[in-house]
């Protein structure tokens, strides 16, 4: 499968690599409109055809499918003329700028039977996969909360704020593992250094009382990145910057044992033991590319599809409208 990689600026070159080292695909142009951007990329790859001409790489008909690598904005323009030109699309989260766009790229991959798959990378981590599966058998019980911390000095992107570019991330784990729409957001945040808010806290209230809290910061003097989880059963602490030991589970929970008016409330807090399961190793970008191609050649749809992105897109533009208001609630 031949791929053209538009966009090759701090995360393009993490697609072009994993591209290259998988079996049976070949990225044979790269475009990007940075003269910078394209040395860096001639120098690492002088056998793939580098350029600025993005219209080329998109019309090309030695090309099956597109990578749009570039800034949110460009999005949606570069996957319509790629699905217009009959390539597959694999596109950087968040999926487009608005709902509306997402949904005329869905219809239009439709029509004309191409796949699209939104880059959820974190779906395709050891650490997910491993959440997932303890919520799926049962081990944490049933879902009360998701907490996460990402927080970071920078990356300022130019086009976006803090939430939509930090959030998507637990926007599609969030979505994947409650799946459900959530009834309701509400979001707070502030800009410090441009009309851009850097700082950010994001709640969504999902039925049957689950509840997901994001904070985001480009502000933070240190970098974090971790999720607590609370279940019914037992509750976790994913800190993804641990080398090892990235999940802990803990036999931990609270139980009400009996319920005769407030005063008489009997708490039971158990405290057993704290395990951390073995991970699937291996880079995530790796195992989500190679998911993509494989969709493509078997005809089925990635679960990391359009509309999961557009139900993160969903998430982001109710988000927004909330933090415009100072924390209005939402609903979706
Ligand atoms: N999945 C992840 O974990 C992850 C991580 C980082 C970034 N991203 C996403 O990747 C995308 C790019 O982010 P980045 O941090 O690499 O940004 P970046 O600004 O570092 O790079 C973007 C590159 O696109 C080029 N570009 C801009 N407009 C273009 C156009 N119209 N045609 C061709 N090239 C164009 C720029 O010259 C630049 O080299 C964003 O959507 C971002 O959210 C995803």
New binding site residues.
């Given amino acids: 499968m031949k791929f053209g990689v538009?966009?090759?600026?701090?995360?393009?070159p993490n697609i072009v690599r994993n591209l290259a080292s998988l079996e049976d695909t070949e990225v044979v142009a790269i475009?990007?409109?940075?003269p910078l951007?394209r040395g860096r990329a001639q120098k690492a790859y002088p056998n793939v055809q580098v350029t600025a001409d993005?219209a080329e790489v998109i019309s090309s008909t030695e090309i099956d499918a597109i990578a749009v690598?570039?800034?949110?904005w460009?999005?949606f323009e570069?996957t319509k003329k790629a699905l217009e030109h009959g390539k597959h699309v694999f596109v950087?989260?968040?999926f487009t700028s608005t709902a509306a766009q997402a949904e005329e790229l869905i219809d239009l991959a439709l029509q004309k039977k191409l796949k699209i798959m939104v880059?959820h990378?974190f779906l395709f981590t050891g650490a997910v996969k491993k959440i997932h599966q303890l919520l799926q058998e049962g081990t944490l019980g049933k879902l009360y909360y998701y907490d996460s911390t990402r927080v970071n000095l920078g990356?300022f992107q130019h086009d976006v704020n803090v939430l939509w570019?930090l959030a998507p991330?637990d926007l599609s784990i969030v979505d994947y593992l409650i799946h459900a729409t959530p009834e309701a957001v509400v979001a707070t945040g502030a800009s410090h250094l441009n009309d851009h808010e850097d700082v950010a806290f994001m709640t969504l209230y999902f039925p049957d009382k689950v509840i997901a809290h994001i904070n985001v910061n480009w502000l933070s003097p240190v970098k974090v990145r971790t999720t607590l989880i609370g279940g019914e059963k037992r509750m976790l602490v994913w800190n993804d910057l641990s080398a090892d030991e990235k999940l802990k589970v803990y036999d931990r929970g609270v139980q009400i044992d009996s319920q005769q008016g407030v005063y008489d409330l009997l708490v039971n807090y158990r405290s057993g033991d704290m395990w951390a399961p073995q991970l699937e190793r291996g880079e995530a970008l790796t195992r989500e590319l190679q998911y993509f191609v494989d969709c493509i050649s078997n005809g089925q749809d990635p679960f990391n599809d359009g509309s999961a992105g557009l139900r993160v897109v969903r998430m982001l533009e109710a988000a927004s409208e909330s933090l415009s208001k100072r924390g209005d609630l939402v609903y979706l």
């Fill in positions: 538009i966009g090759y600026g701090y995360w393009g475009a990007d409109i940075s951007a993005v690598v570039s800034p949110v460009t999005h570069l950087e989260k968040p880059d990378t990356l570019d991330h």
